[in-house]
């Protein structure tokens, strides 16, 4: 059985593929992490190369409707100051990000009802003449409003599946539903957005079973980008007692992830380097080949608490090109200078 799991490891290098059981052995032993680890590293480094892609992720507003229970900024949360940024400082933003040398800006807000179709409109064909690429992570939308956006000229969405166990989901995400969740991926690939999805690892009652088959749907998917971090307990939460997820498990998955989708986009998430002070760069080492620095200014950033011990809440945009920069030429790498679409192999 052991030493079946270094032939497991090999094939799915090969071949892409890992049967669900292999996943959860995988996940449960630690003897073979190494092994995990430097074949998700090979198969990035042959698919994907070595070059990193910057995002630069503007946080602009924290308001939110929904009350997921392990997010800081779920709407019974009243011990937060919440804030928006107004239109024309959006566009402001992107443009210092285009100074900083982004090619794309991820423009990240809580499920605010306040930006009509009308003013996402406005703020995104304003950056799109900036020629970079614009990616939103900003809810759940229907199918005619992620059409709006697409139209004026947004190219990815994330938007994570958190979880693909629909009772875990629906207890973590109250009121909210998991088909629904479904439909927003699938009319997005449908109107030909990459779409960004991903998990939490770590969330009280998610099992390993249903991480292996958190992996098996984003490839059956065939998501662009797959964002994974682990879960943090906010203490302004009701989950705050949670154990909260371990930084090796959200490592698996991420190594895991990259050999069955050797051509995608994975970041290292900034919730890594919040358990791990070299977490993003451990990342980036494991199959990850993209980082999403804030570019977001001031008291803001702090602002945007989805978990306690963020990192660079309390540094500047210049800072963190700098900073990123840096671990990843200390690496051996290099910041991409094009858009960084995924490039299909097959
Ligand atoms: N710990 C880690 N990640 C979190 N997110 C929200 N709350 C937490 C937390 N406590 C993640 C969710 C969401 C993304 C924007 O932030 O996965 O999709
Ligand atoms: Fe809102 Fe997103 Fe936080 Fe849920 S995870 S409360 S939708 S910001
Ligand atoms: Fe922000 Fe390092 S990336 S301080």
Redesign the pocket.
């Known amino acids: 059985m052991k030493d079946d799991l270094l032939d497991v490891i090999k094939n799915a290098e090969e071949l892409h593929y890992m049967e669900k059981k292999d996943m959860v052995s995988l996940f449960r032993e630690s003897k073979y992490d190494e092994a995990l680890f430097r074949a998700a590293d090979r198969v990035r480094k042959k698919y994907v190369g070595d070059k990193v892609h910057l995002r630069g992720l503007i946080e602009f507003s924290n308001i939110?409707k929904?009350?997921?229970m392990?997010?800081?900024?779920?709407?019974s949360n009243k011990s937060i100051e919440r804030y928006r940024i107004p239109p024309d400082k959006i566009i402001e933003l992107a443009k210092k990000a285009v100074g900083y040398g982004y090619r794309t800006v991820v423009m990240q807000s809580?499920?605010d009802d306040y930006y009509t179709v009308d003013m996402m409109k406005y703020i995104i064909s304003n950056i799109k003449k900036m020629d970079i690429a614009i990616t939103l992570s900003i809810?759940e939308k229907t199918f005619e409003e992620y059409e709006a956006y697409k139209e004026a000229g947004a190219d990815r969405y994330l938007i994570r599946i958190e979880t693909t166990d629909p009772e875990l989901y629906e207890n973590m995400?109250p009121g909210m539903s998991h088909e629904n969740r479904k439909r927003c991926l699938d009319d997005l690939k449908k109107l030909g957005y990459e779409v960004g999805t991903g998990c939490l690892i770590g969330l009280p009652g998610q099992s390993l079973e249903s991480l292996a088959d958190d992996i098996l749907f984003f490839k059956d998917i065939d998501a662009d980008m797959v964002g994974v971090g682990p879960f943090i307990p906010n203490a302004d939460t009701p989950l705050k007692e949670a154990e909260g997820g371990s930084f090796k498990l959200a490592l698996k998955v991420v190594a895991m992830t990259r050999l069955l989708m050797p051509d995608i986009n994975i970041p290292a998430t900034t919730a890594m380097e919040t358990l791990n002070p070299n977490g993003r760069t451990i990342a980036l080492n494991s199959g990850s080949n993209v980082v999403m620095p804030n570019v977001t200014e001031g008291i803001y950033r702090k602002l945007y608490a989805?978990y306690p011990g963020k990192i660079c809440t309390g540094d500047t945009p210049a800072h963190c090109v700098n900073c990123i920069t840096g671990k990843i030429v200390m690496i051996g790498r290099e910041v991409a200078s094009d858009k960084g679409f995924r490039v299909k192999s097959i």
């Open positions: 939110c929904r009350n997921c392990y997010c800081g900024l779920r709407h809580g499920e809810g995400d989805l």
